[in-house]
């Protein structure tokens, strides 16, 4: 959804998939959110997203 343009919509279901990512350990799932907060940088200034940077950057 970040790529789409989307980013609200993007916030919402990455912290879907980061709440099932805490109870998994691996290594393609840890990268992936690494993409992810990458992906949500641009759009920090939006208060959604930062939440999840935030939330991304404490797993």
Same mark, same amino acid.
């Given at each position: 959804?970040? =790529?789409? @343009? /989307?980013? !609200? !919509?993007?916030?919402?279901?990455?912290?879907?998939? +980061?709440?099932?990512? !805490?109870?998994?350990?691996?290594? &393609?799932?840890?990268?992936?959110?690494? &993409? +992810?907060?990458?992906?949500? =940088?641009?759009? @920090?200034? +939006?208060? !959604?997203?930062? @939440?999840? &940077?935030?939330? +991304?950057?404490? /797993?």
């Amino acid at each position: 959804m970040f =790529a789409a @343009d /989307r980013p !609200e !919509e993007a916030a919402i279901y990455a912290g879907q998939a +980061l709440k099932s990512a !805490e109870q998994v350990q691996s290594a &393609r799932v840890e990268e992936y959110m690494t &993409r +992810l907060e990458v992906a949500a =940088a641009r759009y @920090d200034s +939006l208060p !959604e997203v930062a @939440d999840l &940077r935030t939330a +991304l950057s404490t /797993r």
